[in-house]
């Protein structure tokens, strides 16, 4: 099966930088994708990696490193409506590409 | 961009009663769709997938009997909550998937069992 591991909650202030890791295991590995969600809402995706390597787009990056098991969200310049939580997924390649499981969950915090 | 779109929104309702979702791919055919449960403050559990004319399949843990699905078309799946009680709370996503592969999610539906 597939299990993926995120610190529960960070927080920080506006302006500022934030990582928020993920560790997984899979019987197979076909990318680690991020979303955001905000309270009651629906996850809008993020980003994507399909191979190691930093993925940037706008304020946010992502990272992974498939040796290692491990990716990681970047925000930069935070903003207030950067409070949500974000949730790192793999895609189940054993039973569908489209199959997504999901991270723990990471809740953020900004505040000024 | 693609949408897909769920209702009700929110639902209330009695203990026993049944409760339908429905989930709508607006702009793509959706050959599969996937329903998520969602407790407060926790992760999106993946509770089925669903292709299009042929049975749900079910994760481990979920009683199929409880939670019926039904995609009879490329644009339309239901989630019907069968004799609902108060455990049944939750929040309900569901996501759809064309062709492309893209994932699509949808706005949600809360349901609240009295």
Redesign the interface.
Known sequence: GQSLEQPSEVTAVEGAIVQINCTYQTSGFYGLSWYQQHDGGAPTFLSYNALDGLEETGRFSSFLSRSDSYGYLLLQELQMKDSASYFCAVRDANTGFQKLVFGTGTRLLVSP | GAVVSQHPSWVICKSGTSVKIECRSLDFQAT?M?W?RQFP??????MA?SNEGSKA?YEQGVEKDKFLINHASLTLSTLTVTSAHPEDSS?Y?C?A?GTT?E?F????S?LTVL
Not at chain 2, 41 to 46: A, D, E, I, R, W
């Open positions: 599969t996937f998520y403050k926790q992760s999106l559990m993946l997938t399949t929040f996503i996501s998937g592969g994932l999610f949808g706005e949600g809360r």
